[in-house]
């Protein structure tokens, strides 16, 4: 019987290095392109995030060009934007 515990622990490290070997493989994000619809996507990604932000602060969704809260919204669209490696035309 005591043979047994020796066998399990055996058992268990054989388990991990076969996990563990699984770890080695490259990234597989390297093999996604990106979409011809991918700036539309942003574009509407960043839309729906200003809008939320703009409720969360008590800011109507569309403001008035002459109010400052259309300067925040413009900013806070141009700063998502950017974050997702757009820039301005």
Do not use: N
């Not at 493989?25 to 700036?39: G, L, N």
């Not at 800011?59 to 002459?66: A, F, G, K, N, T």
């Amino acid at each position: 019987m005591a043979a047994l515990p020796g066998l399990a622990c055996l058992s268990a490290a054989l388990s991990a290095l076969v996990l563990l070997s699984g770890c080695s493989s490259p990234p597989a994000y390297r093999e996604w392109t990106a979409s011809p619809d991918v700036p539309t996507v942003a574009y509407d990604e960043c839309t729906e995030q200003v809008d939320t932000t703009m409720r969360l602060r008590g800011y109507p969704l569309r403001p008035l060009p002459e109010t400052p809260q259309f300067g925040y919204r413009k900013e806070i669209f141009a700063q998502c934007m950017r974050r997702k490696g757009y820039t301005a035309e």
